[in-house]
């Protein structure tokens, strides 16, 4: 983000992976340039502010917002910029601050900062807090909220599906909601979900492994 | 990193060690890891034993590690994940220009709202691409990146050389003043070796080059810095080693070294490339100084592309003489290393093989106005692997003789049997029996082709006697194991626990670790393989006391001395009547308030040096596409005993699926007109994901030495495997990383030309 020696992005973003099709048309990249302090002086593109003025409100390009977030079942207040991003509301905002939602390239190359929006995974680096209004956040804090783990979780442990662990919650997040649709999910499948997720560390095979025994598993207890 | 031209070539010790002593071989760290040399240890055999390794519960098994739970949930802390009261977000500016001055104006970017402090990070000159210069504080992240936005840097730029090109042509832009291009070598004499290549029967020669490679830790580097005001500071940091922190932290804050605290829960990844404070955790210390309030400063993406290391690129021309058998009897070779503003790992040429041959190698090293090289995982040695055992299968190929003959011909007698039995272990997993192109590439015209390639490692593996442990036995039986040291993801945490677990007769469970706190023992910082041959002793040491004090206390409840004990799972028993015997509550009930706390320190004889590795790879070139893809890669490694199965797999794999990354993708691209880092995301610097991961399969030897790290040796091989079975597959050998599909069939295109 602090990309001060490289000239502002030209091009539009890509999409967070989906969950967010019945939104407005607003890109994160599009929504900073009329956004922000410094920026504001500026020009507020015009597919966000006819759209969206509407949508949030004329006044709330500059500042801050109070906004309520649906997170892992709870509503929460919180008071942001609009620019902020569902990560850093998540990290930066909520109380207590969720991190276990990880910030690696915040730009939507990476898959570590994944969460569930209405069920289904997206990068939550790309998505605008103020765009999940009304919508249900996910996080891997509300995959197991008294402390017991859940299926797939449970086989990272037994698989070793963690080395530094850094990239952890984005496959665990990943690979749930996949399993969630189709707890047959084959290794193509499960590649396929997690194929925006990156782990340095090469836990690749074991990841896998894990998930293919907690699709298992699954099936077994009958797809819960 | 002032470091000394490598000699790790070294086969053997310097002379026969003395009575008592033994030598092992041992990665020294300077600042970040890069030489490796003999030591000569206490050969000491009492004291605490591993013991028989079938009798063993928990050490050398698999065993889940302590910390997956709290990964799988979130719940582990990472130092970028510290939250605390009045914490502010504190972002870096970097350097557009490689080399010229400076002039920040602060004024605008401190007026915005929200931004608390900005400064400026170095005195005007950059002599590096991406150096960061000033750094901002504010409320949140997003009003620190308004406050870099607004900070007006006016650059006099000057001439650069950020290729190696650049810096290498006449009258090139001077970086720094030691000369642009510098040979590290002493030797200038290769007439001896010139005769010998010569009077050879074949020679094969050839330029292999090496990309920049970038450690691209998933955490980027960074710290927060608790302190607010006073005396006292506490510093979170992503590191490889607690105990390089707090002296430095201490000078940023105007504290002393045992005011300030490091605390490393869980790091994201470090691979080398995380060793003391650095620029960022400087900036970070300074500004929580100024503001007294908690400082959070995480280098963002591109930052940490171009401003935390990497591993040394280079070039290397080597020029082999063979005789009639295909035994090497000389070497020549140019070495380039590439080191930015540092010098670069030493790329030790000739690698593993070749002993017997007579050797010219001259070292250089060119610099460049990018950041210094560090350490990165097995530094060096993957450089060399990567031309070394390209010129074996060349050799072989020269000589009509089989891909594994080449091999045994060329290793030095002490390693032969060794390299050898792997190799041929890789070979029956990976169906080279079957394979019809042992001694030729395949240069048919079929579409879809299969080769395989091989390649070895080597690594000292050595441990050192920094590490001081504590176990603490409190009176209700509970048990904590408490050292400084750092997990990496290694599972540094767990075997801390199993070896004591394991050695008072309780489950994994019932002791607890507790690491990462620069306030526990000391412990050396995670680097070369070192951390478990030197921790892992200290360890057992630590809970061997504890026994033995324990045994004191208890021997009098049943009437023998305490010799005569020996613990059995959850009891103390007599070891000629187990019956005879007290439950480990009881046990603990007889130690005062205040428990019992029994120290450790290294014991030599529980570890051991020098791993050795072979890997094989499988792969399939599409000749009409020129598409790769690595179909499978085999691994057969030794490393003494496995502190836990489980864990040093996922690590060896780890290593090779690193390795795959580095044969395949990744290079740094830096344009040399505009002087811009072009790739520095990871859209566009490609690390392997889900989708290149080959079918893997590894085995680990029965080897009786003690404990011996292995991590680096891992990552040495994989990507020469590939380069070799490319070779193999179709004909065309790839002289430059990352192996390509362009390259494939400009390769194939050559081949048909030639006919
Ligand atoms: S941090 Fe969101 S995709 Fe990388
Ligand atoms: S476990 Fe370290 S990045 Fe995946």
Redesign the pocket.
Known sequence: MSDAASPPEAKSSPEPRSGSQAKPALTRRAFFKGAGVVAAGGVIGEAVSAANARAYGPATLEGTVEVELDINGAKQKVTLEPRTTL?NALRNHCNPPLTGT?????????????VHLDGRPV????TLAVDTVGHKVKTIEGLSPRGELTVLQQKFCEHDGSQCGFCTPGFVMAITACLERNPAASLDEIQNACS?NLCRCGTQPQIFEAALAAGRALQAKGGK | MALEPLRTQDEKPPRPAAPGKKWIRVTKAVNGIDTEVWEEVSDDTGGPQWGPREQMRLVSRAVPRVDGPDKVTGRAMYSSDMRLPGMVFARVLRSRVPCGTVQLELEAAKAIPGVLAVIALNNGNVDWLGRPIAAVAATTPEIAEDGLRAIVAQYEEQPFAVTPEQAAAENAPKVGSRGNVRTLSKNTDSSEVDDALAKAAKRVQGTWKIPVQHHACLESHGVVVDYRGGDEATVYASTQGTFTIPGDAAGALGLKPNQVTAVVEHMGGGFGSKFQLGIEGDAACRLAKLLARPVHLMLDRATEFHAAGNRSGGEHTLEAGLDEKGQIVAIKGRVTRLGGVGQGSGHPIPYIYGRDAKVFVEDRCIHTHTDSSRAMRGPGHPQASFSMEGLMDECAYASGLDLLEIRRINLPDSRRELYMRQLERCAALIGWDKHAFKNAPDLSKSELKVGIGFAIARWGGGGNGQCKVEVRVAQDGSVEVLSGTQDLGTGTRTYCASIVAEELGLELNQVRPRIGRSTFGSANASGGSTTAPSLSPSVKHAAHNARLALFEKVAPLLGVKPDELEVGLGEIHVAAKPSQKVAWKDACATLGPAGLSAQGEWQAHLASSDVGGAQAAKVQVDTRTGEIKVLEMVAVQNCGLLLNRMSVKSQLQGGMVQALSYGLFEERVIDPDLGLFLNAN?EDYKIAGVREIPRMTVEFEDDPRGVIGMAEAAVIPGHSAIANAIRNACGVRIFDMPLTADKVLVGLEALRKKG
């Open positions: 990560l990880k910030l690696v390239c915040d730009r939507g190359s990476c898959g570590a900062c994944t990068y939550s680096c790309m925006g | 990871f």
